[in-house]
């Protein structure tokens, strides 16, 4: 057996020869005392993938906030979030003119306190290290970034020639002397490779945590057997699911304003529809795990879900003004649902209610895969179950 201590060194150890430079912040997430057992290991071995070349430059800041929003808000956490935003990312000196590849989103990352902060890059770009010495003096003193993304805060600086602007979904903006020839084939093809590496990077993360549980795959095929266990306790879990969806479609008939017009007097969100979700089991996530996202896919856009939902109302809000074209009405109502989010505090179905509503879709699905509408759901289905198996 393994334990997961021992299996991370050896994957800090690996990425640090592999970029050949010490500010790769692993060894320092990991280190973070915050968070669930275990989350500070699991987020460190995921936090590789966001650093190789393929990867897109907005995968660390989102990556970034999830160590604040997980781990806590501890000087720690803070510190190790900072690394990951400052981080220089891997890139590749024969390839599309060593393109150094930088988040044009404005609203990354969302947390506060890394806001206004800018990366290192590969030093064979930034020759005269201007960069490098900006990346430290915001690091200790960041900038305004109020509507401003990363790479505009480079572009500010007079150093926009030397990075490249890359939105959220993946593919690089025009922009910057370092794009070299790159054409749309080749960002098509760091897109698809992009996607590629995060995958394995997700396989390499889950394998790490059935390694630390006994043995890599025994466990779980261990958890699988366990859940299929007796008939009885999987009729009831049908059934509860059966009822959710029964739920789900009682509350669309019962909200006119789902999937039409906001109910607030003089709102008008543009091209998107402003709620936000709350399941389990998003993309890798544990089925049982609960976490808060965008709804709308063009106001999603390359947003990751998170357990905390102050992430997800402040991208939501940022998103209406950047792409979905709300008006001042629409948006008030948005700072609004945000600000109750804020201060109710809760992380269940009822927090992403409260929002809902507060923009004028009460009543929208909060669960649009299925499964069980909230936490409480899942702990009751579980009750059953080992009630069943006993």
């Given at each position: 057996?393994?334990?997961?201590?021992?299996?991370?060194?050896?994957?800090?150890?690996?990425?640090?020869?592999?970029?050949?430079?010490?500010?790769?912040?692993?060894?320092?997430?990991?280190?973070?005392?915050?968070?669930?057992?275990?989350?500070?290991?699991?987020?460190?071995?995921?936090?590789?993938?966001?650093?190789?070349?393929?990867?897109?430059?907005?995968?660390?800041?989102?990556?970034?906030?999830?160590?604040?929003?997980?781990?806590?808000?501890?000087?720690?956490?803070?510190?190790?979030?900072?690394?990951?935003?400052?981080?220089?990312k891997n890139t590749n000196p024969f390839a599309n003119g060593n393109a150094q590849n930088v988040c044009a989103d404005p609203t990354l990352p969302a947390t506060a306190e890394l806001r206004g902060i800018t990366p290192l890059i590969d030093p064979d770009v930034d020759v005269d290290g201007a960069v490098a010495a900006l990346s430290a003096q915001t690091a200790a003193s960041p900038l305004n970034a109020d509507g401003l993304s990363v790479f505009d805060l480079l572009d500010q600086a007079g150093l926009g020639?030397?990075?490249?602007?890359?939105?959220?979904?993946?593919g690089a903006a025009a922009g910057g002397a370092a794009a070299g020839g790159a054409d749309d084939a080749n960002a098509d093809d760091n897109q698809d490779a992009n996607a590629d590496d995060n995958a394995a990077a997700d396989d390499n993360a889950d394998n790490a945590d059935d390694a630390a549980a006994c043995d890599a795959g025994n466990a779980a095929a261990g958890n699988a057997t366990a859940d299929a266990g007796d008939a009885n306790a999987d009729d009831n879990a049908a059934a509860d699911d059966n009822a959710a969806a029964d739920d789900n479609a009682a509350a669309d008939d019962n909200a006119a304003a789902v999937g039409g017009a906001s109910s607030i007097a003089g709102a008008d969100f543009g091209q998107c529809t402003p709620t936000i979700i709350f399941e389990a089991g998003q993309p890798g996530r544990q089925p049982d795990e609960f976490t808060f996202q965008i709804a709308d896919p063009l106001a999603r856009g390359g947003q990751q879900d998170a357990l905390n939902p102050n992430i997800i109302t402040n991208a939501l809000c940022n998103q209406l003004i950047n792409v979905c074209g709300a008006n001042d009405a629409a948006q008030a109502a948005c700072l609004d649902g945000k600000a109750q989010v804020e201060a109710a505090g809760t992380r269940d179905k009822s927090t992403a209610d409260l929002f809902n509503a507060a923009v004028g879709f009460a009543g929208a699905v909060t669960n649009p895969d299925g499964g069980p509408a909230d936490v409480t759901d899942v702990a009751a289905a579980n009750k059953r179950a080992r009630k069943f198996r006993a």
């Open positions: 057996m393994v334990s997961k201590t021992l299996l991370l060194a050896a994957i800090v150890a690996y990425v640090e020869a592999r970029f050949g430079q010490e500010q790769v912040p692993i060894a320092a997430i990991s280190a973070v005392q915050g968070g669930d057992a275990g989350a500070a290991a699991t987020i460190a071995g995921a936090a590789i993938s966001d650093l190789l070349g393929a990867a897109n430059s907005c995968d660390k800041l989102v990556r970034a906030d999830q160590i604040v929003a997980e781990l806590g808000g501890g000087a720690d956490a803070i510190a190790a979030a900072i690394g990951m935003v400052t981080a220089e020639d030397l990075v490249v602007a890359q939105q959220s979904a993946g």
